[in-house]
């Protein structure tokens, strides 16, 4: 299947592995990207940037197909040293670089110097407006469904695609509920180019991420999600659990007047306990409500196989078939 995404990277098939905080491991981007994909390393899982050097050098040794890296930007009192990132990722010769949180303007440059292709996560039409005038080559659009962090806005993918392919002209990735054939096609039929998937990769054989948490996935059904820290506007899409109550308990009898430091127990330092340990009970991680679709652990190869094998066979058999009927 060929669209812009696929001509944009360099790839074969139009699925892109998101950037997932101690999860986007060389292991997994490798995987992806040799299944046909493009795999993500998640830059800010690697302490330094010598960290994220050795990290892309281990990808490159496990694939010679074009791998992407995450760059997050976080506010911050003590922010990250962001020009050295950039230059492990210039350095290391990454083709592709997924950008998310903040506007990544002050980057760009040098991004586009290097001849990296750029594309911007955004949880809104006018974020994904921003993104394209700044000059990213392409935008992931965040439906109301995904993991992590859904804006503020609420809107889901079955109304945000379509208002982003009235308004862009950048090529846009679906994102948010993304797992599957079906997810791919109705995507594709709603503008978009390809699709962006996080929690279902969590779910595979390569993940690097104990069993309990791929197990808790396969456990859960699309009603067991959370949307936590919406009074500080900054919400997450988290899988529940029993910390995750207790951290919905302080925002109900706290209201408008919680601050980060109440529920810092709940939230901080969180990821290595579950993704490495498997406390997954430890606090809140993001997990999408995609998780009601996922009822296996497939290599990577066999996922977007799969993928690929039911998507053209919904669009020449069941689609044609309407028309032909």
């Given amino acids: 299947m060929r669209t812009k995404i696929t001509e944009l990277f360099g790839i074969e098939h139009p699925i892109m592995q998101g950037g997932m905080h101690y999860v986007g491991l060389a292991e997994l981007a490798a995987a992806v990207s040799n299944a046909g994909g493009i795999g993500t390393i998640t830059g800010l899982t690697q302490k330094t940037a010598g960290d994220l050097a ?28 962001y020009p050295a990132y950039v230059k492990a990722i210039i350095e290391g010769g990454v083709k592709v670089v997924e950008t998310a949180g903040r506007n990544p303007q002050s980057v ?9 292709k750029v594309i911007h996560k955004c949880t809104s039409v006018r974020h994904a407006l921003k993104a394209q005038a700044i000059g990213c080559d392409a935008v992931s659009v965040d439906g109301f ?21 009235a308004e862009l002209e950048i090529p846009f990735l679906a994102s948010g509920g993304m797992a599957d054939a079906r997810s791919l096609v109705a995507s594709i039929a709603m503008g978009a180019e390809g699709m962006n998937m996080g929690t279902r990769f969590m779910a595979t054989q390569e993940a690097p991420i104990h069993q309990n948490v791929k197990q808790a996935i396969l456990d859960a059904t699309e009603l067991d999600t959370r949307l936590v820290m919406r009074p500080l506007r900054n919400t997450e899409r988290v899988l529940n659990n029993p910390a995750v109550e ?3 308990e302080k925002e109900k009898n706290l209201g408008k007047d919680i601050k980060f430091e109440d ?15 498997g406390a997954t009970d430890a606090g809140a991680w993001s997990c999408g409500m995609v998780v009601g679709l996922i009822d296996d652990i497939p290599t990577c190869q066999e ?6 094998k039911e998507a ?4 020449q058999h069941r689609l044609a078939g309407l028309l032909n009927g």
């Fill in 54 to 81: 050795n990290e892309i050098a281990r990808c490159k040794d496990m694939t010679d197909k074009p791998f992407a890296v995450n760059l997050t930007f976080l506010p911050s009192l003590n922010p990250p040293d």
């Fill in 108 to 116: 760009m440059p040098h991004l586009k110097d290097a001849g990296i």
């Fill in 263 to 277: 529920i810092i127990e709940e939230v901080a330092g969180v990821y290595p306990k579950v993704m490495q340990d």
């Fill in 303 to 308: 996922l977007i196989d799969r993928i690929m």
């Fill in 312 to 315: 053209n066979q919904l669009i």
């Fill in 246 to 248: 207790r951290l919905l």
């Fill in 145 to 165: 469904e995904c993991g992590g962090h859904p804006g503020e806005d609420d809107i889901p993918n079955m109304i945000l695609l379509p208002r982003a392919a």
